[in-house]
């Protein structure tokens, strides 16, 4: 196979500290691959009015790999009172350039595997007795990552004929005497194409990597017409995959099971807000945001990813306190994706030695409060805990 180019794209804040340790893991793992770097991010907002500028477009584009870290978002009032003075007044407004890269390059298949490592102190625990007991999570999210309330369909005072369309809906009787000012209405909008199509993401990899079940969580009890087409097409995709089971839960039920039997879970399927709910709420059984890890996968792009932000009141510490876990993780999802399975698989094994040692601990890990403070305390830099990982492969 051709050396892949992969486009790591940094972005702000602690993006800028993360991205750099998970390439460090992947060239110390010895995969071979070439790195070009994407501008993205506020500082391109302020300078060009636009965080993600159509070179960085064009190098996804061309590699269709890439690596990000994290990126500021501020108000709108804020956006437009950093923009440099010559571009002010111009009518540029700004926007989020991780999801317009997801709409743009439509990365719909948003996965994000939270697992328990083993020895961590941030695991969920259970009381059982009189003691406790830590039941092991594997949970991989299957979160459709460009539909549903996030189309950005909506409006506040929707114009005369949104509101006319409305009204031909019996259940809008309701709403008859609100005036337009006082009632907002954002659209959950699915597609068949995309339920389907997150659905069979999800089974092919409870197939390739041996889970029994696949769960599609929605609320088709009381959101019919959407939460139903993802449950129906979750169920004709079921049928293409006759040693897997499928569950199907409701959201708010599935909220309180997480944090009752998380390990009863393997692959878990949902629309875009109920996925974002559910991957945050797994996320936070095995770790946090500190070990949490995404990919965003299209057609032809793919996108890796931690979840968390850019942490600005961390940004400036040196050495740094964040832990690169998440984005080293991110970093093995996309190994996977390119077929890489046993260097993937080494890496991790190297966390999960680190992890389960405990010599080598983040603030996070300690539940410290982030600070300069932190060393003395006991926690390891971001750099050290790298060096950690990279000593174990
Ligand atoms: P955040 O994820 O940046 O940070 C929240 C808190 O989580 C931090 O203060 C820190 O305590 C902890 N944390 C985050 N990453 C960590 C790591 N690697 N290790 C240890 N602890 C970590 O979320 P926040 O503060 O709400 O947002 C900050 C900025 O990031 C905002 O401008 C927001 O818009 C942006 N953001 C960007 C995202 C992205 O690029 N995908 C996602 C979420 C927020
Ligand atoms: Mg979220």
């Not at 709910?277 to 996320?283: C, E, K, L, Q, R």
Request: net charge positive.
């Amino acid at each position: 196979m051709a050396k892949p180019t992969i486009v790591v794209m940094p972005g702000d804040g602690i993006g800028k500290i993360v991205t750099p340790e998970a390439v460090r893991v992947l060239d110390a793992a010895g995969f071979h691959a070439n790195y070009v770097h994407g501008d993205i991010g506020w500082d391109f907002w302020i300078r060009e009015g636009n965080p993600l500028p159509d070179r960085t477009i064009d190098l996804l584009r061309r590699h269709k790999l890439g690596l990000f870290g994290a990126i500021t978002s501020k108000p709108k009032a804020q956006a437009d009172a950093e923009l440099t003075p010559e571009l002010k007044g111009k009518g540029l407004s700004y926007f989020s350039p991780i999801v317009r890269m997801r709409q743009l390059f439509d990365l719909d298949i948003c996965v994000r595997p939270c697992q328990t490592f083993p020895g961590n102190p941030l695991n969920f625990i259970r009381r059982k007795g009189d003691g406790f007991e830590e039941p092991k999570v594997d949970a991989v999210i299957f979160r459709q990552n460009t539909e549903c309330l996030y189309s950005g369909v909506e409006w506040t005072d929707p114009p005369a004929p949104v509101r006319a369309a409305l009204e031909t809906h019996p259940k809008m009787a309701a709403y008859k005497k609100v005036a337009g000012k006082d009632l907002a209405v954002s659209c959950r909008i699915f597609t068949r194409t995309a339920c389907r199509r997150i659905a069979q993401a999800a089974f092919e990899h409870a197939k390739r990597f041996g889970y029994k079940s696949v769960t599609v969580c929605e609320k088709p009890n009381v959101i019919r017409e959407t939460s139903g087409m993802m449950e129906e097409e979750a169920r004709k995709v079921a049928a293409e995959f006759p040693g897997i089971r499928l569950w199907a839960t409701n959201i708010d039920a599935q909220m309180m099971w997480l944090t009752k039997n998380p390990e009863d879970y393997g692959v878990m399927v949902a629309g875009n807000m109920f996925g974002d709910i559910i991957s945050d709420g797994f996320a936070g059984l095995v770790g946090g945001l500190g070990f949490a890890c995404s990919a965003n996968l299209g057609r032809e792009v793919a996108v890796f990813e931690p979840t968390h932000g850019s942490a600005p009141k961390y940004a400036g510490l040196s050495p740094s306190i964040v832990n690169p876990i998440a984005t080293i993780l991110a970093g093995c999802m996309l190994l996977e994706h390119v077929g890489q399975t046993e260097l993937a698989e080494r890496i991790r094994g190297a966390v999960q030695q680190v992890v389960a040692e405990g010599k080598v601990r983040t603030y996070d890990m300690l539940r410290l409060a982030g600070g300069p403070k932190v060393f003395e305390q006991g926690a390891a830099s971001t750099q050290q805990m790298t060096d950690a990982v990279i000593a174990r492969l």
